[in-house]
């Protein structure tokens, strides 16, 4: 092992999978040549703040690309910047917003990094019309350490371009980015509640909505009654423009500190949905949110996190077709009865998209659980993996770091495709991560 490699204990979001790493951090382009070159299994990380381990593993050196953080061009008249893949969301949206620009697919959290975002092909609140991010690429640079350099865009190296997005890093590192920006001109805003009773009155209202493309849909819904299955909040936010300038998103220190116990019990649960609902009900219909707040749900919410205690979560993110989408979840919530599983968080949001390859994208409705990490719930989502596969549902390998490789290769159509065309690219493999090697891709 060469001695100049620096050691570092990781761990994944969820706190599900640890390990001790090799990395190295280059700062020049030269360095990500020569540090390829010294290692025979790599793997690029951008922020690490991925549920799943996938961009480190114990036997894979990691390039991390944090240096990698700056604006490389930016054409406000054709509505295109490129930018390093180590820049996180934040610093690409203090920039952007300035002239009014964005990108519409941001996943829930700022601190992301723009390479990770593209590696997983994320999106964001308004799923339902805007997609993933793959909408918003327009080219990549990508390095791999037998081919070199390549530009991917849909004229060059497609084939390559499509692995590479939602490509969990496998195709090798990506460099620079270079995105399609839309118009943005609003500042803040206006949330709109409406309570529902039953899972099928947010069913029902999610398949009447139509709205405008900048308009975020969403719900959540409380999971210890199964009488009133569903019970909740759907929210809307509606942009609107209050001529005051969006405020700067600030950087924040990663903290690692959790509980040492989890907080989150059958008993706790009721309560805190008891209260969150009491608070709902008496809070006004409609309110006035700033931007950061509408887009970025989690900031200043680290502690729900936290409190699961050292042994962290497990989130389940499923898109399920609308055509079924009643008859899953009736399933759901008579499998409930039986295992009665502590689940914290249940809520939904529109998605659109074609799913191909890997990538967590297709018309349908997102279904998202955060459940406690204990043997009981691990053994009721087995139970949800068998409903996945007989109702066709996609489970999000992003999300999920107990899912196995059957599951997943029953649920992913295009697994085998994936894993032909990425060893005809890379005959050696060299780019491997823990969640590569648990689903082997």
């Not at 997102?366 to 489970?395: A, G, R, S």
């Not at 490789?405 to 894993?419: G, T, W």
């Amino acid at each position: 092992m060469n001695f100049f490699l620096e050691k570092l204990n990781l761990k994944s979001f969820d706190r599900s999978y640890s390990s001790d790493v090799f990395f190295k951090r280059p700062e020049k382009y030269k360095e990500i040549e020569k540090f390829s070159a010294e290692s025979q299994n790599l793997i690029t990380m951008g922020s690490n703040y991925s549920y799943v381990p996938l961009s480190f593993h114990k036997e894979s050196i990691v390039l991390d690309l944090k240096k990698f953080n700056r604006i490389l061009n930016f054409d406000k008249q054709k509505k295109e910047i490129t930018v390093e893949a180590g820049i996180k969301i934040f610093e690409f949206l203090n920039f952007i917003l300035d002239y009014n620009l964005w990108i519409p697919q941001l996943p829930g959290y700022p601190y992301i990094s723009l390479g990770g975002a593209v590696a997983t092909n994320a999106h964001g609140k308004s799923c339902g019309t805007h997609g993933t991010i793959r909408n918003s690429v327009k080219k990549i640079l990508l390095y791999h350490k037998v081919h070199g350099w390549l530009n991917l865009s849909n004229d060059e190296n497609k084939e390559i371009f499509d692995l590479t997005i939602g490509g969990l890093g496998l195709t090798g590192t990506i460099v620079s980015i270079t995105f399609s920006l839309e118009e943005f001109n609003f500042t803040s805003f206006t949330t709109v509640k409406k309570k529902v009773f039953l899972i099928q009155d947010v069913i029902k209202n999610f398949t009447n909505e139509t709205t405008d493309k900048n308009i975020f849909i969403y719900s959540w819904n409380a999971m210890d009654d199964l009488k009133n299955f569903g019970k909740g909040y759907i929210f809307k936010n509606i942009p609107i423009n209050n001529l005051k300038k969006i405020s700067k998103i600030k950087s924040l220190k990663k903290n690692d500190y959790r509980f040492p116990i989890c907080f989150w019990n059958k008993f706790t649960i009721k309560i805190f949905n008891k209260i969150y609902l009491k608070f709902l009900d008496v809070e006004k219909k409609e309110k006035n949110d700033s931007f950061v707040d509408a887009i970025f749900p989690f900031i200043g919410k680290e502690n729900y996190f936290k409190l699961f205690g050292s042994k962290g979560f497990i989130e389940s993110q499923l898109l399920v077709p609308n055509n079924i989408v009643e008859s899953f979840l009736e399933e759901v919530k008579n499998l409930c009865k039986i295992h009665e599983p502590l689940i914290t968080l249940f809520s939904l949001k529109k998605l659109s998209g074609e799913q191909k390859l890997l990538r967590f994208e297709g018309n349908g409705i997102c279904v998202t659980f955060d459940f406690v990490n204990n043997k009981k719930n691990h053994l009721f989502l087995v139970k949800i993996d068998e409903l996945c596969v007989k109702y066709n549902v996609l489970p999000s390998i992003i999300k999920d770091s107990r899912l196995g490789q059957s599951i997943f290769e029953k649920c992913y159509s295009e697994v085998e495709i994936f894993r032909k065309k990425l060893i005809s690219f890379d005959k050696k493999r060299i780019y491997q991560s823990e969640l590569s090697k648990r689903l082997k891709i």
